[in-house]
């Protein structure tokens, strides 16, 4: 990988760690820490597809989407999962069928997580954005110093 490739990824995993300390603060804010596993499952992997471009992509556990956005009513729950979940928040086990007649007929009201850590991000450019200046920098000295 050429240097100047190197000094881009180095500015956007920057900015993927960064990334996934505000939505493990927005997770926290909206209560969602009851195991710490979706906590624990974020992830984001830098790949490069060109030169000086790179393809940035977050994972978790796949419930982060219901998370985000809740549930709609009309639908429960996996019971195996909210069994859990009430083990973690200290509810009898029992409770957990109630809970998801609950939530059948209610739904889950969303978090808007990803939106908020979005908006949150949106002012963490910099880093990225000087990543890029780093890179145009030693372009335009390498060239001056060919000549």
Known sequence: M????KIIQNGIEEYG???IGILTEELVKAGKD???K???S???DVKPVGEALFQVLLTSEDYLKYVDSGRKPGSYVPIKAL???TRYRGIPE???YAINNKIFRFGIKPTNVLKKTQDRMKKETD???????EYISSIIITRIKEI
């Open 34 to 36: 009851a195991s710490g």
């Open 83 to 85: 069994k859990q979940w």
């Open 2 to 5: 050429a240097e100047f490739d």
């Open 127 to 133: 880093i990225i954005e000087k990543a890029y200046a």
């Open 38 to 40: 979706l906590i624990k």
């Open 17 to 19: 760690e960064k990334l």
């Open 94 to 96: 029992e409770a957990a």
């Open 42 to 44: 974020l992830n984001v």
